[in-house]
């Protein structure tokens, strides 16, 4: 059974710093680009970070250019979302999924980021 399990949420300070996991369970992980959503409330919801199977090509949505790092480790199969410089609008809950072609996608169940003084 394929699982994807997100961890690292909470609640941090404008300004802050917060590392989302999500953690695979039983699927081929290094096959699978993988990569991070976030839903606000009331908004769809929207690609933040994506990364290639081997960890070698990254993209990101404007809205996390030079602040967020998506990184993997296919050894521990689980991928990151380094997040810094939080402001209030990146509250959302944040998801992960795992795509390849000819596959079924995976998405996780979420962890919830608020981002308040």
């Known amino acids: 059974q394929v699982r994807l399990v997100e961890s690292g949420g909470g609640l941090v300070q404008p300004g802050g710093s917060l590392r989302l996991s999500c953690a695979a369970f039983?699927?081929?992980?290094?096959?699978?680009?993988m990569s991070w959503y976030r839903q606000a409330p009331g908004k769809e919801r929207e690609l933040v970070a994506s990364?290639?199977?081997?960890?070698?090509?990254?993209s990101y949505a404007d809205s996390g250019k030079g602040r967020f790092t998506i990184s993997r480790d296919n050894a521990k199969n689980t991928v990151y979302l380094q997040m810094n410089s939080l402001k209030p609008e990146d509250t959302a809950v944040y998801y992960c999924k795992a795509i390849r072609p000819g596959a079924a996608l995976y998405w996780g169940l979420g962890t919830q980021v608020t981002v308040s003084s």
């Open positions: 039983g699927l081929p992980f290094s096959t699978y680009t």
């Open positions: 990364i290639s199977n081997t960890g070698g090509t990254t």
